[in-house]
């Protein structure tokens, strides 16, 4: 197992040490819990793959201190920075032209011509890179093709002597992975939907939100089986069976709820808790209450989508 540290001064000093020494540290995040390496460190993000057992060609997301330090690593149109602005710190991942000369390990953005940059909102990840000096890069903390952790728990059971140290700081409050945007041509392209939605993105750039996750592969991370629970899965139900366990929303009850009021922000943050719990029951299958598609559940409703698909 690995060592799991209350948040505070000893554990971020002590994984500050781990991070300078290249090796990877598992700290929350407002979104899920990652795990984090020094990005300019070529070997430690090797450590990041090895870690996770992950496929090599995924590029990682780069989390910084503010804007400053993500404008040393990535180039920034008006557009950018304006989304930056109004959404920093926060759960917004932004697709930039990666400056040459950057001292970001190539391996970090699978030798892509643009990274990926993020300013946390968590005290933790904030403390880490405020201690490390260096520009982090942090994938979800599970292994390859397992369901997000949102919490230390989920951490050390899917890292299981993998890694030596989680920071502990409680469930993550979104508890969906970051939104990822890149700006082309004047529009905002959503490559992941998360927890800042399609509605917020408009407002604060003023500029028109299209959906890539229909079209062709941007991101890697859209192949389609990527959040996946071991057992089969099934969506919009209106009624559990016998054999399943049943994840409800709202009027719809089970064994488990997302929100038994119907919030979206609660169901976003008890997803990926509840698809854990979910593989752990005694009960073969899984399934989940419908969930509408507006606002924070598109990003629920395209995580749910990947949970279901069949593992290629
Ligand atoms: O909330 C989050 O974003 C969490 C926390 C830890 O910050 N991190 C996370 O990282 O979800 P990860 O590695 O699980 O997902 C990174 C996603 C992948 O889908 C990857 O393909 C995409 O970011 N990505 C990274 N660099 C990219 C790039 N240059 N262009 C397009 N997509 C990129
Ligand atoms: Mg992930």
Avoid at 73 to 79: E, M
Avoid at 183 to 212: K, N
Wanted: with cysteine; charged share 15%; net charge neutral.
């Amino acid at each position: 197992m690995p060592e799991v540290r209350r948040y505070g001064a000893i554990a971020i000093s002590q994984a500050a040490r781990l991070i300078a020494a290249g090796q990877p540290v598992a700290v929350p995040t407002e979104t899920v819990y990652g795990l984090a390496a020094d990005a300019t460190d070529l070997d430690a993000v090797v450590r990041i793959y090895a870690a996770k057992g992950r496929p090599s060609f995924n590029p990682l997301i780069v989390h910084v201190a503010d804007l400053a330090m993500a404008e040393s690593l990535g180039v920034f149109g008006d557009a950018d920075r304006s989304l930056a602005a109004a959404l920093w710190p926060g759960p917004l991942t932004l697709v930039v032209p990666h400056r040459s000369g950057s001292l970001v390990a190539s391996l970090a953005t699978a030798g892509l011509g643009s990274i990926a940059l993020r300013v946390p909102a968590h005290r933790a990840m904030q403390a880490l890179i405020a201690a490390s000096g260096r520009p982090l890069a942090a994938p979800s903390a599970n292994a390859s093709g397992g369901i997000s952790p949102t919490r230390a728990a989920h951490v050390a059971a899917s890292l299981r002597g993998r890694i030596a140290l989680v920071i502990d700081d409680g469930p993550c409050a979104a508890g969906l992975e970051s939104t990822i945007v890149r700006v082309v041509d004047g529009r905002v392209v959503v490559l992941r939907p998360g927890p800042v939605t399609a509605e917020r993105l408009g407002e604060v750039s003023g500029l028109p939100v299209v959906d890539a996750s229909d079209g062709p592969i941007i991101a890697p991370g859209q192949l389609a089986s990527h959040y996946a629970p071991v057992k089969p899965l099934r969506l919009h139900a209106t009624e559990f069976a016998a054999d399943e366990w049943g994840i409800g929303f709202g009027a719809l009850g089970g064994d488990d709820t997302l929100s038994g009021g119907g919030d979206l922000t609660q169901a976003a943050a008890h997803l990926f808790d509840a698809l854990h719990r979910a593989d752990a029951s005694k009960k073969p299958r899984i399934a989940v209450a419908d969930i509408p598609a507006v606002g924070l559940g598109v990003a629920i409703n395209d995580r749910l989508r990947r949970a279901a698909a069949p593992q290629g």
